[in-house]
């Protein structure tokens, strides 16, 4: 077995990739799926994977930049991308292969893979209108990150498709207890002029959300039609009479090791850009 140290003198490459986690993952047990799809795909390879939290937060490149002064690493994967996210700035002037979990607003391109959130919108907004709702709420409440404002947009685009009444649900600072979350769910059904329909996108604040609706009087599915991102199965378990789009976070995994090992091997960057497909729970027409 070669020695780690001995082949880091002797080539400067560590064999290590280091997945950089950011604190609001928006999805039960979402870490544990990536890091077993990265390491479904880096099995076999001389590769070794490090976890590595982000405890700056806030935007701040401090825990990249660490990893780049003391070369901990060959390639990188960050996860929860803002739109001038200020890691991909600083790995791409360094050079250092990387990819991320997660779009940006950069006009120098990097590699990435993110979850087609355009289309998640599209046919969220779809099956509510076939169900007869007129007035939706989007709920996509981190107004930090990359995904909001996608989602935003095509959640705009959508619903002008269909000339009906909308509203964006307002924002929750990062952290906020799920005793707030809850609450927000209470007001949103008591309102006089509530919605008749929602696209919630985030599994973890869905889940109070959801419950403060049930506070309000109304089932989720039932009175307020629903349709919720899941990455796995408890907002359906609890709340079975919801439609939920899966986003299969084990292949999101998969892929972006493969993305990030393509780089480090010298694949160019505009074949290195790709989307999860969402999978709704009901049939979508062609």
């Known amino acids: 077995v070669p020695d780690r140290a001995g082949v880091r003198l002797r080539t400067g490459k560590t064999n290590v990739l280091s997945l950089v986690m950011e604190g609001t993952a928006n999805s039960m047990e979402f870490t544990r799926h990536l890091i077993e799809g990265i390491g479904r795909h880096i099995n076999g390879t001389q590769y070794n994977l490090n976890v590595t939290p982000d405890f700056a937060g806030n935007g701040s490149a401090k825990t990249v930049e660490h990893l780049l002064k003391n070369n901990f690493a060959d390639g990188i994967i960050l996860t929860g991308t803002s739109p001038r996210d200020t890691r991909v700035q600083a790995l791409t002037d360094a050079g250092r292969p990387f990819v991320t979990h997660g779009r940006t607003e950069f006009f120098s391109p990097h590699a990435y893979h993110d979850f087609d959130s355009e289309r998640f919108v599209q046919i969220s907004v779809d099956r509510l209108v076939s169900q007869g709702c007129k007035h939706l709420l989007l709920y996509s409440p981190n107004e930090q990150s990359m995904n909001h404002h996608t989602i935003v947009r095509a959640f705009r685009a959508a619903v002008a498709d269909h000339g009906i009444r909308f509203q964006v649900a307002e924002s929750v600072p990062p952290g906020a207890p799920s005793s707030t979350i809850r609450q927000q769910g209470f007001e949103i059904a008591s309102a006089p002029d509530r919605p008749d329909g929602i696209i919630c996108d985030t599994e973890v604040l869905g889940?109070?959300?959801?419950?403060?609706?049930?506070?309000?009087?109304?089932?989720?599915?039932?009175?307020?039609?629903?349709?919720?991102?899941?990455?796995?199965?408890?907002?359906?378990?609890?709340?079975?009479?919801?439609?939920?789009?899966?986003?299969?976070?084990?292949?999101?995994?998969?892929?972006?090791?493969?993305?990030?090992?393509?780089?480090?091997?010298?694949?160019?960057?505009?074949?290195?850009?790709?989307?999860?497909?969402?999978?709704?729970?009901?049939?979508?027409?062609?």
Do not use: M, Y
Not at 211 to 221: A, E, M, Q, S
Not at 234 to 253: K, N, Q, R, Y
Not at 271 to 281: E, F, I, K, N, V
């Open 207 to 286: 889940l109070p959300l959801l419950c403060g609706l049930k506070d309000g009087g109304l089932t989720p599915g039932v009175e307020i039609k629903t349709v919720a991102k899941q990455a796995g199965d408890i907002l359906s378990t609890i709340f079975p009479e919801i439609d939920t789009v899966s986003e299969h976070v084990v292949e999101a995994g998969e892929e972006l090791a493969r993305l990030l090992l393509a780089r480090i091997n010298g694949a160019p960057i505009s074949d290195l850009q790709t989307l999860g497909a969402p999978r709704p729970s009901w049939e979508v027409p062609d």
